[in-house]
């Protein structure tokens, strides 16, 4: 009890610490949450008694110290949402391989196409407009040679085909090619999914 107490004592010391170096403007809150991770790692390495003390420390090391490389080494560059979303992509992905779950694909797929659509975008802003669906389009055909083609089904490939004349729909507007003033294409997807939606439920009754 005694030793517990005193890494207690400790943390709480170095937590006033930071919070007191933060509040002077010496370190702002990404070196604060980078300096709290590394104390909560050793706190758990000196004393392995508590998990949560390992999973704290590794998350706010992975959030604090991302924010710091794209600070220091990407300048002009924010890679943070990039990398948020392509982690969370590939974990979807991943459980979809675990669990044979064909929605996790889909997310995850959808997830890395808004990943690669924000580093391009930074890199070559008239992407922006029209790449998003170029990219979804993408995405929803690889998922559906992944793992609906052999089961014949057939709508991601039809999501695919829309999103990429959305896109070229986009680059006409854009370039004023078109002019469509009362144009609204985010209103396209949710009416893609309710469309997609109303198709399952008429296949299922036809199917009764």
């Given at each position: ?87 969370a992509g ?48 993408l995405g ?10 052999t089961n ?57």
């Open positions: 009890m005694i030793n517990k107490n005193l890494y207690t004592g400790i943390v709480l010391i170095v937590l006033g610490v930071l919070f007191l170096l933060y509040n002077l403007g010496i370190f702002d809150l990404a070196w604060i949450l980078f300096l709290l991770s590394i104390v909560l790692l050793i706190r758990y390495i000196l004393k392995k008694d508590n998990i949560l003390y390992l999973i704290a420390g590794l998350g706010l090391f992975a959030f604090s110290s991302l924010s710091l490389i794209d600070r220091y080494l990407f300048i002009g560059f924010n890679i943070t949402i990039f990398v948020y979303l392509f982690v590939c974990g979807l992905i991943y459980l979809y391989y675990k669990g044979r779950e064909r929605n996790w694909l889909i997310v995850g797929s959808v997830l890395i196409a808004f990943a690669f659509n924000n580093i391009i975008g930074q890199v070559w802003p008239m992407f922006l407009p029209w790449g998003k669906f170029f990219l979804l389009a929803f055909y690889l998922c559906y040679l992944m793992a609906y083609r014949h089904i057939v709508w991601p490939r039809y999501i695919s085909y829309i999103m990429l004349g959305a896109g070229g729909i986009q680059i006409f507007v854009n370039r004023d090619m078109l002019r469509f003033r009362n144009l609204r294409l985010s209103y396209l997807f949710p009416a893609i999914i309710i469309l997609i939606g109303v198709r399952i439920i008429y296949l299922a009754i036809e199917r009764r």
